[in-house]
């Protein structure tokens, strides 16, 4: 392999893996959005909370497996108790009191954040036997990358499962083209609404957790990825896991290329991006009227 075409297929599998990664936030985003109407402009920070867990139980254990099971359940059960405690006490007064609420979620997040672990960025190291290189095809790549598309497509291969083959998802999936209905036969819709937010979170967590060794941990860790999981939802299409699924592969691309070739231009990519879509299709790719 020439090293022109391995700079290709590295920048091909970076993409590759920030956009499963990006997947993973942009997944329980959209979820939440699809099924409950909720934008929830603090999903992010419950990303970056993870991240602090797993620093947390890093630091206590040692053990970065513990971390990425502990860390993404603590993210989710915090997501429980803000949508059964605070989000359905203000669902009935509509969409703005709902935004209002996840803002303020997102300053006390931050906030906390702060106070308990400080504002200095907090490296992780990565886990025995996934810090090193492999070599494919006369190129050498990051094992721990190759780590997080594998998991990314596990976790997907999960949800899907969940969705579309059990009875919860049946009835998830049913409660997004209908609630009303699930509810007048007898099914407890709080409860599922409750539950969805909670998984919704735990991928966030998920995400949080096989990013921290790559990015580090610090207070805005959320900011980046939630612009960019933001930018997944809207042009994917408002609740459509298929939308999100591609779109995020195709921004991971964009990305990496876009770092790689026009670095000046990148940040500002996928946001072009966005509006060029929307410009055509205001619903975005998967996205329905209603």
Request: with cysteine.
């Amino acid at each position: 392999m020439s090293p022109t075409t391995a700079m290709y297929v590295a920048q091909a599998i970076h993409g590759l893996a920030y956009g499963m990664l990006l997947f993973l936030v942009a997944s329980g985003l959209t979820m939440i959005f699809g099924m409950m109407g909720i934008l929830n402009l603090a999903h992010a920070s419950f990303f970056m909370l993870s991240g602090y867990f797993c620093y947390t139980v890093i630091t206590v254990t040692g053990n970065f497996w513990l971390a990425l099971l502990i860390a993404p359940v603590a993210a989710g059960i915090c997501g429980l108790l803000v949508e059964r405690f605070l989000l359905r006490k203000v669902h009935a007064q509509g969409h703005l009191a709902e935004l209002l609420l996840t803002v303020g979620i997102m300053l006390v997040i931050l906030e906390a954040v702060k106070v308990g672990w400080g504002t200095e960025s907090m490296m992780i190291k990565m886990p025995n036997g996934l810090d090193g290189l492999i070599s494919v095809a006369n190129m050498t790549y990051p094992i721990y990358r190759l780590f997080v598309i594998g998991l990314s497509l596990v976790v997907l291969g999960i949800m899907a499962l969940i969705l579309y083959k059990t009875r919860l998802g049946m009835i998830v999936r049913a409660a997004v083209s209908d609630a009303d209905m699930v509810s007048a036969l007898g099914i407890n819709t709080p409860l599922v609404f409750m539950l969805v937010f909670g998984f919704g979170t735990w991928l966030a967590g998920v995400a949080g957790v096989v990013a921290a060794p790559l990015l580090t941990v610090f207070p805005g860790m959320a900011d980046q990825i939630g612009m960019d999981a933001f930018v997944v939802v809207v042009v994917g299409g408002f609740g459509s896991l298929i939308g999100a699924f591609f779109v995020a592969l195709f921004l991971g691309e964009l990305n990496a290329y876009g770092i790689q070739f026009i670095p000046r231009l990148a940040p500002v990519l996928m946001f072009a991006f966005m509006a060029i879509v929307l410009a055509f299709k205001p619903m975005g790719f998967f996205g329905e009227r209603e």
